[in-house]
């Protein structure tokens, strides 16, 4: 019991949450920014699966990373807009079309990753290009700071400046102001000339953007080559992430961050003798924890709400 809290009060655990932490950022923003416009992209699992083998396909057949990283994104946007078209051109439930999207990219990753190497689990045959990992002048020699911030793959950094883009974004530049106004009410928004559906197409565009680095990131940076179902539900925690964030960017980050120090925990679980399997099921316990908790807040909330409102009509 002593090591394991040697473990968990170090500064190796501290790097790994930011580390694990990334690709549930990248979800969880691209969960905000869609909400933000009023249109519930569930499709994040399914956009980082096709990404990350994409990126891997690519970086390995044309001898860079930054190539595969592109072509990672390109993907990524490619099935938010084919998302969008369907949910907003055809009136797709979006609901149903993301589910559609999950579970297409589920099994057409192992059919394509097979038609390419002739692998079906991993792609061990194929040498992926790996993301570099950057190391801050003068910060990586503070004692402490330098062991937990220094050193993380480069899409780590990014998360983090993504984090601040998205909040200027939405609060301080025009296609924010309109996409809060569609999330907010969109019969208002149209009324004075704003294009809903351009807005929320966009949005659904921003979306997979982040989606897609956070696939990216999983095969090309927390890991060196691709694996079936890799993602392994980080799609479905961002969403839960932004959800208990209450749609806020700080609040999504600092959620993300909760997550992901639950996903170090399960890995940090291991030095004990618990069953491996019991181990695994920490994040989506902490995940379901954190809604249950998110559920009755919201619940409070209304309530109360409610019952203003019952007194103003009195």
Request: aromatic share 8%.
């Amino acid at each position: 019991m002593n090591n394991f809290f040697s473990i968990l009060f170090s500064t190796d655990f501290a790097f790994s949450v930011l580390r694990v932490m990334t690709p549930i950022l990248f979800a969880a923003l691209g969960a905000l920014i869609s909400n933000k416009a009023g249109i519930v992209n569930i499709g994040m699992e399914g956009t980082m699966l096709t990404s990350a083998l994409t990126g891997v396909i690519v970086s390995a057949y044309s001898g860079s990373a930054w190539v595969g990283l592109l072509a990672g994104i390109a993907s990524g946007i490619a099935i938010a807009a084919l998302l969008g078209f369907f949910t907003l051109k055809f009136k797709t439930h979006i609901i149903l079309g993301g589910i559609a999207i999950n579970m297409f990219a589920s099994g057409g990753t192992v059919f394509i990753l097979y038609l390419v190497s002739g692998d079906k689990g991993a792609s061990t045959s194929l040498k992926s290009g790996v993301l570099p990992s950057v190391h801050i002048p003068l910060l990586q020699d503070i004692p402490v700071l330098g062991p937990i911030l220094s050193g993380h793959n480069i899409l780590t950094y990014v998360s983090l400046l993504c984090v601040i883009g998205l909040y200027y974004m939405l609060a301080k530049t025009p296609l924010g102001l309109r996409i809060r106004a569609v999330g907010e009410n969109p019969q208002a928004a149209q009324s004075v000339g704003v294009r809903v559906n351009r807005v929320q197409f966009i949005s659904l565009l921003i979306s997979g953007f982040f989606a897609a680095l956070g696939g990216a990131y999983m095969s090309m940076g927390y890991l060196s080559l691709f694996t079936r179902d890799m993602t392994a539900g980080r799609g479905w925690i961002g969403i839960a992430a932004e959800a208990v964030g209450r749609s806020t960017t700080l609040g999504t980050f600092l959620s993300s961050l909760l997550f992901g120090a639950a996903d170090a925990l399960a890995n940090a679980l291991q030095v004990l003798k618990i069953p491996a399997e019991l181990i695994g099921t920490t994040p989506y316990v902490v995940t379901v924890i954190g809604l249950v908790v998110y559920a009755v807040t919201e619940a409070k909330v209304k309530s109360r709400k409610l019952a203003k409102n019952l007194e103003k009509n009195k």
